[in-house]
């Protein structure tokens, strides 16, 4: 049997089992305490961490709300003092920022919205020093209150949050506490369990059978059978038999009390821990209390941060005073409140504002007063004063419910924290003044007070800057004056054309703009008159000879005057000039005599007497010619009897000879109009091709020369005056075919270069000499050479087309080589038919009237094509086909073209694709005789109101019946 085989001792045997199993007991609730108490502390760690965390975002908050008030405060008061706070808070804000919590994606979009709003600060700041307060006004409504509100949303949703986590925490704890002295107690039990069934089977292995099997073999012993029990059994009290039953039973005794002595040793644990629990729970009560006390505060900052948002923006005291109150006292919940201003140093005080008291109590102090009592005592203490009195009278309320009143007396302190005056704050009935309630009242008076402070500050800079403003006006109308008279005199003397020198003591003392351009006066001013005057006399043709001695004869009164008229020459590859010097005196001094030089530029005037003695010479020469030939064969033809064949070859050259002495009085004439700018055109749409060809039709059989005419392009369009872009042409083509004598032809070509039409007209004779070129515009300028002097002309004919040309918008070139012939160019702006599908053509010269049916049209949804004239609205009706027609046309019937209205209808009727198009002809005239309005013709007389032409567009569209 396995029970024999034992050789230890069973006292010690059964000593090593109990307590084995006891110390695994203890190891067992110690490792079990140990880890909830870990847990605990984890717990307490986090919440300790997430209290922090919650302390760090409502300071981030109110680090904000402080950034955003002093913004706010500067927007809205200007006072430099609250932009110096904005930098300081910002820098603050910025600080705590970086040391928050910035894992989070709300951290960083909070990072990033300041980032915002802190460039939107400066912007905001410009805006409010540029006083745009329309840009600042956007620029709040549109970006910072939302970057603001958006940066409190988060905060606040980090808060609330955190604030979850807080109570989750605490929970688990709770859960952990309650699971641990459950844990314990069930342990306890399941051990104590344990421990009997061990030690039970323990007894029954070692004890109570061995001894059965010892009465068993004394049983046989006393039978007579013999039982031998073998040598080595067991060594212990049970094999040791002198020992006796006796010490078996004291061992069991000695055991009893140790396990018992173990019993009381876990109780005791279990006493511990149940008073760890209780302390647990007191932390978690006291936890509780705390985050009821946070989310009061909490409250209570969102309250202070709404009112605080209300008090600013306010221009007048009064404004101010009945917004901030009545805010105060919904936020509050009180029931009346009054305002009363004692300025620094001062004994009377004045009621500013009351709200919510009897009418009686309100005008109590309307005018100025001493204070007693409380009153007193507020700007005494500087402190909040808090009263219960018993109310009587008209503030008993309406149903005479309210028996009790509680009166807070709270100081209004300016920046240096002296009283200025007091705030009275009243609720009826059962108002609380309970501590917490008193922190809010003490930050909202707060509040008020700066803000109250704030605007009486502002109060007095409006005073002080109408003030300024007035004596601002009068020194700038002063200063206006002044300004205005000395840019009267200086404006003279810098525009005149005149070359205004002045010279005292010998000296050049002054010399305006003009005199600088003549003479170069810049290095000569402070200078010597003698050096000026030889530097005059070096450059001039002689005139000037012994100038410094007669200015100085003239500054001594030996002469009244000087006048001469000099040309001078400023350098030697420079033109010469042609002056005119007079020289007075300016008294200014009975020994000092200022001398005035007037130079006066008469270089165009010499210009133009020569250009003049040219014209006069050539037109002389010109009309003579002819006016000889008409004479002289008209002589022969009244004085003579002359063959018919004679007679006709005569009166042909009076007939050509007249027709050029017309051609010269048409050049002088239309030269004169361009140059008096008195010169129209009539502009309208040319197709090139039809144009060029008929032009040169025309030339045919007039000159030996051929013109060939070779289109490089697709029929473009260009706008211009015809007759007066014919007249250009008819000149080019002349000259090409007088100045290429034996030759056969000229070419004429056109081309498109972009967006310009280009015409070139060639010929292959004389060639322009280089010398000519630049001056070949010029006006009366002929080429002066024995290969040209048999050709007629007055110099005029590319003047002319030069200035017709550019009136056109467009450029005028050549291209010559002597011997080899002439290139000359025109470039005009090429002309794009526009597009009138669907759209409403207005045929109206007048661009306001066109602007006005465009934005009556705009209601319909059209939109207008606007033509000035008859031909360009008619071109681009036929470009257009049955599927591309206007939706309608409006028609002036007096245009300033040399086609009427009527001219544009008859158009329309003559045009297939638009027959059926709905018309409007408006005009200041009654219908021409025969004229009758159909439903898709109207009539509208000028002038009429937008309503009306909407109204009988819309009849002509739908073909309503008359």
Known sequence: MDWLKGKDKLGRRANRRIYGLVLALIACVVALGTIAGGELRRTGREIEVGFGEQQALEELQVQFDRVVMNVRGYIAYGNTGFLQDVEVERVRFENRLATADSDTAAMEEIATLWREYDGLIDEAVGYKAEGDADALSALSRERTTPAIDRINALIEELLSEKEKELRGLMEESRRVSERLIWGVLVFAVLMFGWVAVSLHRFFQASVIQPLSVLGRSFERLSRGVSARLPDDYRDDEIGAVYRGFNFMTGELERRQDELEQSNAELAAQRDELEAQNEEIMAQQEEQERTLRKLTERERDLELLTRYQERLTGFTEMETFLEAGVSAMLNALGLDAALVVHRPAGGSDARLLHAVGYPATLADLENGQGRLYGPADRVF????????????????????????????????????????????????????????????????????????????????????????????????????????????????????????????????????????????????????????????????????????????????????????????????????????????????????????????????????????????????????????????????????????????????????????????????????????????????????????????????????????????????????????????????????????????????????????????????????????????????????????????????????????????????????????????????????????????????????????????????????????????????????????????????????????????????????????????????????????????RMRYLRKPFTVERLLQVAKQALDGEPL
């Open 380 to 935: 005494r203490e500087r402190t909040i004063l808090t009263l219960r009195r018993p109310v009587t009278g008209d503030e008993r309320g309406l149903h005479r419910g309210y028996e009790e009143a509680v009166d807070h007396y709270c100081p209004l302190l300016d920046d240096e924290l002296a009283p200025i005056g007091f705030l009275l704050l009243t609720g009826y009935g059962s108002k609380s003044a309970e501590p917490a309630f008193l922190r809010v009242i003490a930050g909202v008076a707060k509040q008020f007070s700066i803000a109250f402070h704030a605007q009486l500050l502002n109060e007095d800079r409006r005073r002080q800057a109408a003030e300024l403003e007035t004596l601002n006006v009068e020194l700038e109308h002063e200063q206006q004056r002044l300004r205005s008279q000395r840019d009267l005199v200086q404006g003279i003397v810098q525009s005149i054309h005149e070359g205004l020198i002045m010279c005292d003591y010998g000296i050049v003392r002054f010399a305006n703009p003009t005199a600088d351009a003549f003479f170069g006066m810049a290095a000569d001013r402070g200078a010597g008159v003698a050096q000026f005057c030889e530097r005059l006399e070096r450059g001039s043709d002689g005139t000037l000879t012994g100038l410094y001695r007669k200015l100085t004869a003239l500054q001594e009164g030996a002469a009244e005057e000087l006048h001469a008229r000099f040309s001078y020459r400023p350098a030697e590859d420079s033109a010469l000039r042609h002056y005119e010097l007079h020289a007075n005196v300016l008294e200014s001094g009975a020994s000092n005599r200022q001398l005035l030089l007037v130079f006066r530029d008469r270089t165009e005037e010499e210009k133009a007497d020569e250009a003049k003695n040219e014209f006069v010479s050539i037109v002389s020469h010109e009309l003579r010619t002819p006016l000889s030939s008409i004479m002289g064969f008209m002589e022969i033809l009244l004085h003579r009897e002359v063959a018919k064949e004679k007679q006709r070859k005569y009166l042909e050259t009076v007939y050509k000879e007249s027709q050029r002495l017309s051609h010269l009085i048409g050049d002088f004439l239309d030269l004169q109009r361009m140059e008096s700018g008195k010169q129209t055109y009539h502009l309208t749409p040319i197709a090139v091709e039809p144009w060029l060809r008929e032009l040169v039709e025309g030339w045919k059989g007039q000159w030996p020369h051929r013109i060939e005419l070779r289109l490089e392009t697709d029929a473009p369009y260009v706008v211009g005056d015809a007759d007066r872009l014919t007249q250009v042409m008819h000149n080019l083509i002349s000259n090409a075919m007088k100045y290429s004598p034996g030759q056969d032809r000229i070419v004429v070509r056109v081309r498109t270069e972009g967006e310009r039409c280009v015409i070139d007209v060639t010929d292959f004779g004389l060639g322009i000499p280089e010398e000519a070129k630049p001056k070949l515009f010029t006006k009366f300028y002929r080429v002066d050479n024995s290969d040209r002097r048999q050709i007629g002309g007055t110099g005029l004919g590319l003047s002319v087309v030069k200035e017709i040309v550019e009136a056109h918008e467009g450029a005028m070139s050549f291209d010559s080589e002597l011997g080899a012939g002439s290139t000359f160019t025109v470039s005009l702006p090429l002309y794009e038919v526009p597009s009138v599908e669907g759209r409403v053509v207005v045929v109206e010269d007048d661009t306001n009237a066109s602007g006005l049916i465009a934005v009556a049209f705009e209601k319909l949804g059209l939109s207008i094509r606007p033509f000035a004239t008859a031909e360009a609205a008619a071109l681009a009706l036929r470009r257009s086909d049955a599927e591309a027609r206007p939706a309608l046309c409006i028609v002036d019937v007096q245009l300033g073209g040399r086609q009427s209205g009527w001219d544009f209808l008859a158009e329309i009727r003559e045009t297939p694709a638009a027959q059926d198009v709905p018309i409007v002809l408006t005009t200041v005239l009654d219908p021409p005789q025969g004229f009758h309005e159909t439903p």
